[in-house]
């Protein structure tokens, strides 16, 4: 049975006190020996903090974005190298808020994957509707326009992502996909996946709307369904251990 993998996405929140509290939390309530991959995705000026206080766990390192660069005049980027010189296991791209309010284009996204993956870093995809294309019935053509970006992208080096389905009409709105609708997009992305690669069994596939330590193991027990993209319930340590051990 294929590894599940739990990420946490902090977002725009912490501090160094609250951070070092959160990190020991998930450190003494980490199952011994379990099954799941866990990752946290902190923001760039924790990473440090991160990787010294995770030193030694089984909980790796991810970071919210990484530019398309190498390197040069782009004040504000952080390149591939420069996360992998941190020890960034993961790091996320084309996440919906980086899409919606930094005009992220499925390109810009795709060439982002590229980078990180040049430098050893694995990159976590994330595809997703809004709510007016859900509506519109324009759910499988929106992820999969955005999937293919990708996947055109890095041709070989797909069997190295990770892919995150992200409603986007379920992101901090506390509405969630209910385990069938998540089931049905992960199904379509896991086909395209399969048409483009002999062994995109091995791809995982995240759902990232709302999972919530109340509904991670409905989430979890469907069958394309290989982890989750944690956002808010990732920064109470009690729910983010709930929704690890659910995927045990």
């Known amino acids: ?23 020991k939390a998930l450190k003494e309530g980490l199952p011994e020996g379990g099954n799941a991959g866990v990752a946290v995705a902190v923001p760039a000026v924790y990473l440090a903090q991160a990787r010294a206080e995770l030193e030694g766990s089984a909980i790796g390192v991810a970071a919210q974005d990484v530019s398309q660069h190498e390197s040069g005049a782009y ?15 993961y790091t996320l791209v084309g996440h919906s808020e980086r899409r919606q ?6 390109a810009v996204v ?61 992101i901090g709105t506390g509405r969630t996909a209910t385990p069938e609708q998540a089931q049905q997009v992960h199904a379509v992305l896991r086909a395209q996946l399969a048409a483009a690669s002999r062994q995109a069994d091995r791809i995982a596939l995240l759902y990232g709307g709302s999972m919530n330590a109340s509904n991670a193991a409905q989430l979890l027990a469907q069958a394309d369904i290989d982890g989750g993209l944690v956002g808010g319930a990732s920064l109470k340590a009690a729910d983010f251990l709930t929704i690890i051990a659910a995927a045990q």
Not at 101 to 106: L, V
Request: aromatic content about 4%.
């Open 101 to 106: 309010y930094h005009g992220e284009t499925d």
């Open 75 to 89: 004040t504000g980027e952080l390149s591939a190298a420069m996360l992998r010189d941190f020890g960034v296991r």
């Open 1 to 23: 049975m294929k590894k599940k993998l739990i990420v946490g996405n902090w977002k725009m929140n912490g501090s160094l006190a609250a951070n070092a509290v959160l990190l």
């Open 110 to 170: 795709a060439l982002k994957a590229q980078a990180a993956l040049a430098k050893g870093v694995t990159p976590i995809v994330c595809v997703g509707e809004t709510l007016a294309e859900r509506e519109a019935g324009h759910t499988e053509e929106v992820v999969k326009r955005q999937l293919a970006a990708v996947i055109h992208q890095v041709g070989q080096c797909i069997n190295e992502l990770v892919v995150a389905y992200e409603p986007v009409w379920a």
